[in-house]
């Protein structure tokens, strides 16, 4: 682990703990750092803005009354989006009043992609935005969500097999498959390799 990763991991603990320890400011903190990027992730699972507001509330309410409770996240972030697809997931299968629902993966993922780059023309910015949309809606939704969680919210293959429920050997295989699609389709649009990284990270 590098300095900077441990540095923000105990600041991240220390946050925890006065949080436990019931210091408002400190749920706050926790509240403020993460509540726009569950929403953007809940929005791709399901595009009513209110029952993922409402889930990320209960998210949060349920970590507060039972925080003596919750050992001492290792990745506050990674903690609340597995804590946000669950509740999703189990709000979802009360609402189509089922005994059983599919499994995560086939839950849709919503993708809207946003390029805000300073330093290509606005022609081009059009051109390798529309085709990145063009490219990753062709994706699976289970590949859509896997390489979002990898390249834009930056969780790893381990953390990504929890929050999604699914393999680790198979999140690799799905981000290898991806990606391959990927280089090759941009490839044969005049994008080169190394441009397939820097556009993923791009969609929001």
């Given at each position: 682990m590098s300095i900077i990763k441990k540095t923000i991991q105990e600041e991240s603990e220390r946050v925890w703990i006065k949080f436990v320890n019931g210091d408002k400011g400190a749920f706050t903190t926790i509240y403020n750092s993460n509540a726009d990027s569950l929403f953007s992730y809940g929005m791709k699972l399901n595009s009513n803005k209110n029952f993922v507001k409402d889930c990320i509330q209960d998210v949060f309410l349920d970590i507060y009354e039972h925080r003596k409770q919750i050992a001492t996240p290792r990745n506050i972030k990674f903690y609340l989006f597995k804590a946000l697809k669950r509740n999703m997931f189990r709000e979802l299968k009360k609402e189509r009043k089922k005994s059983?629902?599919?499994e995560q993966e086939?839950?849709?993922f919503f993708t809207e992609y946003n390029i805000e780059t300073k330093t290509i023309n606005k022609?081009?910015?059009k051109y390798q935005k529309n085709l990145v949309a063009r490219i990753i809606k062709e994706l699976t939704p289970k590949q859509q969500e896997i390489l979002y969680l990898r390249f834009t919210k930056g969780f790893n293959y381990n953390e990504i097999s929890e929050i999604i429920d699914i393999n680790h050997n198979s999140v690799r295989k799905?981000?290898?498959?991806?990606?391959?699609?990927?280089?090759?389709?941009?490839?044969?649009?005049?994008?080169?390799?190394?441009?397939?990284?820097?556009?993923l990270v791009m969609f929001n």
């Open positions: 059983s629902l599919p086939n839950l849709p022609e081009v910015e799905q981000v290898y498959r991806a990606i391959k699609k990927m280089r090759k389709d941009l490839i044969l649009n005049n994008i080169t390799n190394s441009g397939v990284y820097s556009l």
